[in-house]
């Protein structure tokens, strides 16, 4: 089994002493004090970890396949800061050679502009080399965070594509993950469904309609005739701090304003984050099709519209409407605005 450590850390940080013994604390003790130590295992992430074509944003022969292992769940009730230290553990299976594997921490959350590096830059990365094809190979990687996660904490592993096409690898535990928080103390994720309302016309005080092409083989085909015009926005923060699950309704007012005259304006819920195949993922009670929450808007003059609508099943990192209205003829979109 081969080990390899990188130790980043800088010589004059003084750690917190609940950081000294894992940060661990009583029920009902005051929360943790930052600067702190995470142990953070990758088994705590899932029992493998799925690597995807990162093609399009990756840097060829570094971070062209891609995967995310996440600890989001365990780490939202005491949210990793800047100042702290992140020791990523674990034992990684490859079914394949690989020269070199590029980690990081990033939270790739709406609230983080979809990507930030949580780790502070070091000289050369932090990188694992020489993983042998079907050899266990022990993690153990120190890093210390430089920006504050706001909603999301993984870990992103990623190595290029001269080692053939995207493979998964088992995982296996070294340590108990440690976030500094005893096991009474972590939320228990809620179980029943529940009611949320809340006036989201200031969340959605602007949406831009845009035109929506069909796909082919992952393209839009922007030569074709639209589909229907349609805006995606993330309503995340309107459930609070807690993600929605399944079952929950969203009652919710809307004040707004449209461009153009609308017949039926239509919303569902979708999953629109890197948590799911293609940043895509209905997950309303009736995937596809919409509900029609306000019928014969007109141009330029205020339409209030009061609607409830249900989870069908529990987002993963966040939850968006995904609001549309059929086509007109003539038309090529509209702004949906803030109206008092």
Request: aromatic share 8%.
């Amino acid at each position: 089994m081969k080990k390899l450590l990188i130790i980043a850390a800088a010589a004059s940080m003084l750690l917190a002493s609940c950081a000294s013994n894992g940060g661990a604390k009583a029920s009902g003790a005051a929360a943790p004090e930052h600067p702190m130590t995470y142990y953070l295992d990758l088994a705590d992430a899932g029992s493998e970890i799925a690597f995807q074509d990162n093609s399009q944003y990756g840097e060829k022969g570094v971070s062209t396949r891609q995967g995310l292992p996440n600890w989001t769940s365990l780490v939202k009730a005491n949210k990793v800061k800047a100042g702290d230290k992140v020791v990523v553990t674990g034992i990684i299976t490859s079914p394949i050679d690989i020269d070199s594997l590029m980690v990081g921490v990033i939270d790739d959350s709406p609230a983080a502009n979809y990507w930030t590096n949580l780790h502070a830059e070091i000289e050369g990365g932090y990188t694992l080399t020489g993983i042998t094809a079907n050899e266990p190979y022990e993690v153990n990687l120190e890093f210390d965070i430089a920006a504050d996660m706001k909603g999301n904490c993984k870990a992103q592993m990623a190595y290029g594509e001269q080692n053939g096409t995207p493979v998964s690898f088992k995982v296996e535990r070294v340590r108990e993950s440690d976030v500094g928080l005893s096991a009474s103390d972590v939320p228990v994720a809620r179980t029943q469904p529940k009611e949320f309302v809340v006036d989201i016309s200031r969340d959605l005080a602007f949406v831009e309609m845009k035109p929506e092409y069909p796909w082919e083989n992952g393209v839009q085909n922007t030569l074709a005739d639209p589909q229907h015009y349609q805006a995606t926005v993330d309503i995340t923060s309107v459930f609070g701090p807690e993600l929605p699950i399944a079952g929950d309704t969203l009652t919710f007012t809307w004040n707004t304003k449209p461009s153009i005259d609308i017949a039926a304006l239509k919303i569902r819920f979708v999953e629109n984050t890197s948590a799911v195949p293609g940043w895509w993922k209905e997950i309303d009670v009736t995937p596809g099709e919409g509900h029609i929450v306000h019928e014969n808007l007109k141009a330029y003059e205020k339409a209030e519209i009061k609607a409830s609508l249900v989870i069908g099943e529990s987002p993963i990192e966040g939850i968006s409407f995904c609001i549309t209205y059929d086509l007109d003829a003539g038309v090529s979109g509209c702004s949906l605005t803030y109206a008092k």
